[in-house]
C-alpha cells in the first residue's frame, strides 16, 4: 500500500500511478522483459518503443488547517508522457494514449498491491497527455 501525505506528495504520487497504470496497461510489446512505465525517465537508453512516464509538476494550495501549519491541497498536476519512436511504434503509442486516459478515470483502477484510485480520493479532472 502506498502512504500518501503531503510531506511525501511529490515523490509517492506519481509512484502510486505509476503502479496503477503498470498494473493495468497492456504492453504492446509482449516479448519485454521490463517494465514500460516509469516515474521519471529511465536512466539507460530506452530502446523499446512506446514507453510511459509519469511526472509530478506541482499543486495549488488552497487553506491552511486551523493549527495554521498544513496546506489542504486542492489541485495536484500530473505529466503523463507516452514516448514513442517508429511507425509502428506511433500507432502502439494511440492504443496506450487511450488506455492511460481510461484507467486513470477509472476509480477502480488498483496497483498491484490492491490500493485504488478511490481510496486515495484522487479525482481525475483534466488531463494533459503528452505523446511523443
Request: aromatic share 10%; glycine share 4%.
Amino acid at each position: 500500500m502506498t502512504t500518501v501525505t503531503l510531506n511525501t506528495l511529490q515523490n509517492t504520487l506519481p509512484l502510486f500511478f505509476m503502479y496503477v497504470l503498470r498494473n493495468n496497461l497492456t504492453d504492446p510489446l509482449t516479448s519485454r522483459d521490463n517494465p514500460f512505465v516509469y516515474k521519471d525517465a529511465p536512466e539507460s537508453d530506452q530502446d523499446e518503443f512506446p514507453f510511459v512516464i509519469v511526472e509530478y509538476e506541482g499543486g495549488e494550495n488552497d487553506l491552511p488547517t486551523l493549527d495554521g501549519t498544513l496546506f489542504i491541497q486542492k489541485t495536484n498536476t500530473f505529466i503523463v508522457r507516452i514516448i514513442s519512436k517508429g511507425t509502428s511504434s506511433i500507432q502502439r503509442r494511440d492504443v496506450l494514449a487511450d488506455e492511460v486516459v481510461s484507467i486513470l478515470q477509472n476509480p477502480s483502477s488498483d496497483a498491484s498491491d490492491g490500493d485504488t484510485i478511490k481510496r486515495i480520493n484522487f479525482v481525475l479532472k483534466y488531463m494533459k497527455l503528452y505523446i511523443f
